[in-house]
Structures are given as structure tokens and as C-alpha cells.
Nanobody
Framework: VQLQASGGGLVQAGGSLRLSCAAF????????MGWFRQPPGKQREFLAA????????YYADSMNGRFTISRDNAKNTVYLQMNSLKSEDTAVYYC??????????????????WGRGTLVTVSS
């Protein structure tokens, strides 16, 4: 399984970015997907997850409605729309996928396959 995240970059506080993650190597539509991030000097944290069909989503409480996860199974791609960005959103953002089709997509520990990450820098 290969996951390739893209869309990161430098953005001013209050701005928006949309991250993308393309998946290769297995049937994308069979698996949940998730987004995580790792701020500088901090541990990686969970942001959002989406089930295989896109009908169910789950967010970390700290997102406060600013981030939206979605997927396009025809394009083998999951997205993270990020609005009202703040300097504390500066981090490397990772997409991830569980190893098993029947994993609980809300379980952070289920995510075993990881992309290389894309850096988001929010300037204040």
C-alpha cells in the first residue's frame, strides 16, 4: 500500500488549504482513511477519519468544525479541507489507512499504513 499526500505549503493565518492523499496498491474503496498531523516538537495527533464509503466521518474534538474530510473513491483519493487556519496548525500532515477492511475507522490504533506527509506552515 502506498499513500501519497500533497497540497501542503505556506498559508497565512485565516486562510485555507486542501490536502489530498492518493492511495495505490489495493482497492481503495474497501478501506477507511484517516488524517493525522505532527506539529514541530510534538507527538502525532489524530485529526479525522472517514469510512470506506464516505458516509461516515469522525473528527477529533479539537478540530471545532474547521477541517472536513472527504473521499472520492473513483479517484482513489481522500481529502482534508482546512479552513480558518491558525499558526498552531503548522505541522506535517499524514494520511493513513487501516490494515484490515473491517477495522473500526474511529480507532486511532487501527491505522497502520502511512504516507510520507506534507508540510503545512501557517504564518501569523
Amino acid at each position: 500500500v502506498q499513500l501519497q499526500a500533497s497540497g501542503g505549503g505556506l498559508v497565512q493565518a485565516g486562510g485555507s488549504l486542501r490536502l489530498s492523499c492518493a492511495a495505490f496498491g489495493r482497492t481503495f474503496s474497501d478501506y477507511a482513511m484517516g488524517w493525522f498531523r505532527q506539529p514541530p516538537g510534538k507527538q502525532r495527533e489524530f485529526l479525522a477519519a472517514i469510512n470506506w464509503s464516505g458516509e461516515r466521518t469522525y473528527y477529533a474534538d479539537s478540530m471545532n468544525g474547521r477541517f472536513t474530510i472527504s473521499r472520492d473513491n473513483a479517484k482513489n483519493t481522500v481529502y482534508l479541507q482546512m479552513n480558518s487556519l491558525k499558526s498552531e496548525d503548522t505541522a506535517v500532515y499524514y494520511c493513513a489507512s487501516p490494515k484490515y477492511m473491517d477495522s473500526d475507522f474511529e480507532a486511532r490504533g487501527a491505522y497502520e499504513f502511512w504516507g510520507r506527509g506534507t508540510l503545512v506552515t501557517v504564518s501569523s
